[in-house]
């Protein structure tokens, strides 16, 4: 665990000590996935070659995200946030009765939106490249299952856009600072 040097804010108060939480990939992963998104998205119907080209691009960061989370760092790894159904269920019933412990890394909601989200996008990608092969060349069915799945996953951002003000405001910290800095509060 990493603590922040012994820098004084301004009036004498020292700053709380953060520890170094997301690293570097999963910050870029993130970022970027968030600007292929919207990306993919606005090129939806629109622009047909750069929209192949970002669903490409947010297949092979999905496909490094998910070697990142059996090799990365500790809280980069899956078996640091994956959680069984009961525990995410019972982390949000204490969310619903703002008990809900902090956590260091990602919280059981948290952890269970990542894999959904990461689902999600991959089979949106995989019915986009679907509708790139000569068995589903034109296919009116594949395009609306991936314009279904896409607009799922636009749900789902908001779940998770919505979560993280939720638990910063829960927590007294900036989530969303954090996962530029990757760095939290240590307490």
């Known amino acids: 665990m990493q603590v922040a040097g012994n820098a004084t804010e301004a009036g004498g108060v020292m700053p709380p000590a953060t520890v170094k939480v997301w ?14 998104f919207i ?11 750069a929209h192949v080209a970002i669903g490409y691009a947010i297949a092979a960061l999905l496909a490094l995200r998910v070697v990142w989370g059996f090799i990365g760092p500790r ?3 899956f078996s640091d946030f994956a959680r069984s159904p009961r525990a995410v269920m019972a982390y949000l ?3 619903a009765l703002m008990k809900a412990p902090r956590h260091i890394g990602h919280n059981p909601a948290g952890g269970a939106m990542i894999l959904a989200l990461i ?8 019915t986009g490249v679907a ?11 594949m395009e609306e299952v991936h314009e279904v799945l896409a607009n799922a996953t636009v749900v ?12 910063s405001v829960m ?3 900036n989530l969303i600072k954090a996962m530029f800095t990757g760095r939290k509060r240590a307490t």
């Open 23 to 36: 690293d570097g990939f999963v910050r870029v992963f993130h970022w970027s996935l968030v600007a292929l």
């Open 39 to 49: 990306g993919a998205f606005v090129t939806g119907d629109e622009a047909t070659k």
């Open 75 to 77: 809280h980069a790894r």
């Open 93 to 95: 019933r204490d969310v």
């Open 119 to 126: 689902l999600m996008l991959a089979a949106t990608c995989a």
């Open 131 to 141: 509708m790139t092969t000569s068995a589903f060349w034109g296919s009116k069915i």
């Open 156 to 167: 789902l951002i908001v779940l998770h856009v919505a979560g993280v003000v939720m638990a």
């Open 171 to 173: 927590h007294g910290e």
